[in-house]
Structures are given as structure tokens and as C-alpha cells.
């Protein structure tokens, strides 16, 4: 007859990733040239609301430039807040918890001077797993019967045929 078992675990029930791009725009006057644009400090959470899992964060954007006909440099510091949201497919209970990876660190794809100000371009990508209980049905066989072992089946250990076959008299000392 077969059985059946319930296991009741824990596993991703739900993922997916998502790239985000987002265009801000920093004043800075006199702008000769743009050195290099860097993301740096990326940190962030995810909560669940609904079928939706909201990422919260932030980042700091550092863009060097030159400026007074490249003799001089300067670097701009910005914090950037966001909060993205993110559809799920399959959402089953309240006591999801909501894991929240970059799978792309935020970098510059883009940095371009347009008058007084400079228009930069970020991009990253965020992974969402959603991790709950789950139950997992398996098939449960019962185990094969012991063989029941007599007295007369029972073999005389090998220490006991050892022992008969041991020479005491295997070193012997010759005299000169």
C-alpha cells in the first residue's frame, strides 16, 4: 500500500529581476569637460504590499568634471533616494519574507553636459525572491521486512578463527 507524507519547509516560492534606469540632473556651472561619473553607498530594503514588492534606497553619485577651460577640477556629491516597485506573479500568504539582491550594482551609463546643468543616467538591476512555507507531498514506502536469523544460521566470528590459527611459536631465538 502506498503512503503518503506532508513536509512542511521553507523555499522561494516566487522570483524574478528587474533592470531600473533612471535620468537625474545636477547644476554645475562652467562645465568644460566630464571626468568620470561613479556610484557608490548602494543601500536598500524590500517590504510586501499587496501583490507588489516595494524597494526602498539609496545611493551616492560622484561625477568629476573640469571647468574654466579644463584648468581646474571639481567633484559633485549627490544622494539619490528611490523607491521602485515590483509586480509578482505568485503571492500565497502573509508570512513571506521579501529578500532584496542586486544582481547589478548601480553604475553611469550616461553623463552629458546641457548648459548649466549635467544630465546623468544610472542603471541596476534588482533580483526578488519571495521565501514561504510550503507543503511538499511524497510518496511513502513501507520498508522491506527483517529476515528473522535463527541460532543455526548464526557463523562463527572471524576473531574466534583467527585466534585458533595463531602460531605462538611463530618467533623463535636462535642461539649462536
Known sequence: MTNYKE???KAVISKGKRLFTTTNSVEAKDV???????VINHNFSGTKSSNKIIINGSYDVNIWYSYDNDTKTAVIKETNKY???INMKR???MDEE????????????KAVIDGDKINYTIEKVLGVELVGDIKVKVEANDED????IGEEDVV???EEKIQEKI???FIKEDTI
Do not use: F, Y
Not at 32 to 38: N, R
Not at 145 to 148: A, G, Q, S
Open 98 to 109: 521579501v529578500i532584496v539582491r542586486s544582481l547589478q550594482q548601480p553604475s553611469c551609463v
Open 145 to 148: 521486512p527483517w529476515d528473522e
Open 156 to 158: 562463527e566470528s572471524n
Open 83 to 85: 523607491s521602485e516597485a
Open 167 to 169: 602460531d605462538e611459536n
Open 32 to 38: 568644460s569637460t566630464i571626468l568620470g561619473c561613479w
Open 91 to 93: 503571492n500565497s500568504g
Open 7 to 9: 513536509i512542511v519547509t
